[in-house]
Nanobody, 123 residues
């Protein structure tokens, strides 16, 4: 059973930074892509960032480009999301996602999900 476990969320002021971490038990990050999603209250879950199996390609939703960075450490079997220049609209529950199929996308389908970690950005 694949079970991602997120950590690193918290409350910050606008302009601040946070680093989210994810350790997906039952899944080797070096053998497949990984993704981060987020869901704000009353909104649909949206894809934020994807890192390819090789780790050489990363993809971001337009609203976080230039501010967020997805990375991974195969030796630690971990995936990270470095978030900088945070804005109040980044407030959401952030989820690490491991694919149940051999690909990742920004659609919240065909993933194993963690419990999420809350990020709150205040003005």
């Amino acid at each position: 059973q694949v079970q991602p476990l997120e950590s690193g969320g918290g409350s910050v002021q606008a302009g601040g930074s946070l680093r989210l971490s994810c350790v997906p038990s039952g899944y080797r990050v070096g053998r497949g892509c990984m993704a981060w999603f987020r869901q704000a209250p009353g909104k649909e879950r949206e894809g934020v960032a994807v890192i390819s199996e090789s780790g050489t390609s990363t993809y971001y939703v337009d609203s976080v480009k230039g501010r967020f960075t997805i990375s991974r450490d195969n030796a630690e079997n971990s995936v990270y999301l470095q978030m900088s220049s945070l804005k109040p609209e980044d407030t959401a529950m952030y989820y690490c996602a491991a694919p149940s199929r051999a690909y990742c996308s920004f659609k919240p389908e065909n993933y194993y999900w963690g419990q999420g970690t809350q990020v709150t950005v205040s003005t």
